[in-house]
């Protein structure tokens, strides 16, 4: 069965200080992984996936098959980062379904 | 309107009341799902429609819950005699196609309060 943990519930950090979002995953195969952002009453919105390998509002997450992790960083942390982030596991072996983790909030104090 | 909208966007219902939580796709998307977020918790799936099929509904609690896609886009998940645990943000979420449904475009939610 996949799944998704992510173990920080919150983190908090000042800003300009580096930001790492910890998230592991269990499954077999090849994983398509994401990280999704909650910003304060706003919608769920894709932030980036792992195939594009690209760096959205500075944060980039590489895929460790060795570790299945999928760790989300930035070096220099804004407050406008605030948010709930969640890790995502795609569909896969003929399933449709993506799994979610439980989130974790990060704050960015001044 | 180009992005998922659900309505209501909140409802408070007392328990024993069905209420009906609405979900209008981006069109053109093939798959819809449902999720359910309880207070500080991540999305949990409910259940799963590509076009108008229902292919997974293996998330929903019990036989209170059901969900429908008539046509292809809009979708109704319908929960009868709520009780309490069932206070939850309902998300609803399309993709495009079917082999891309890692990247979902979510709607704000419909948010239960069962009292």
């Known amino acids: 069965a996949q799944r998704v943990t992510q173990p920080e519930k919150l983190l908090s950090v000042f800003k300009g200080a580096p930001v790492e979002l910890k998230c592991n995953y269990s499954?077999?195969?090849?994983?398509?992984l994401f990280w999704y952002v909650q910003y304060s009453r706003q919608r769920l919105q894709l932030l980036l996936r792992?195939?594009s390998r690209e760096s959205i509002k500075g944060f980039t997450a590489d895929l460790n098959k060795g570790e299945t992790s999928f760790h989300l960083k930035k070096p220099f942390a804004q407050e406008e980062d605030s948010a709930m982030y969640y890790c995502?596991?795609?569909?896969?072996?003929?399933?449709?379904?993506?799994?979610f983790g439980r989130g974790t909030s990060l704050i960015v104090h001044p | 309107g180009a992005g998922v909208s659900q309505s209501p966007r909140y409802k408070v219902a007392k328990r024993g009341q069905d209420v009906a939580l609405r979900c209008d796709p981006i069109?053109?998307?093939?798959?819809l799902f449902w999720y359910q977020q309880a207070l500080g918790q991540g999305p949990e799936f409910l259940t799963y429609?590509?076009?108008?099929?229902?292919?997974?509904k293996s998330g929903l609690p019990s036989d209170r819950f059901f969900a429908e896609r008539p046509e292809g886009s809009v979708s109704t998940l319908k929960i009868q005699r709520t009780q309490q645990e069932d206070s939850a943000v309902y998300l609803c979420?399309?993709?495009?196609?079917?082999?891309?449904?890692?990247?979902?475009?979510f709607g704000e939610g419909s948010r239960l309060t069962v009292l």
């Open positions: 995502a596991l795609g569909p896969s072996g003929g399933s449709y379904i993506p799994t």
């Open positions: 069109s053109g998307h093939v798959s």
């Open positions: 979420a399309s993709s495009l196609h079917p082999q891309n449904t890692g990247e979902l475009f």
């Open positions: 429609f590509q076009n108008e099929a229902q292919l997974d």
């Open positions: 499954y077999s195969g090849s994983p398509e």
């Open positions: 792992h195939i």
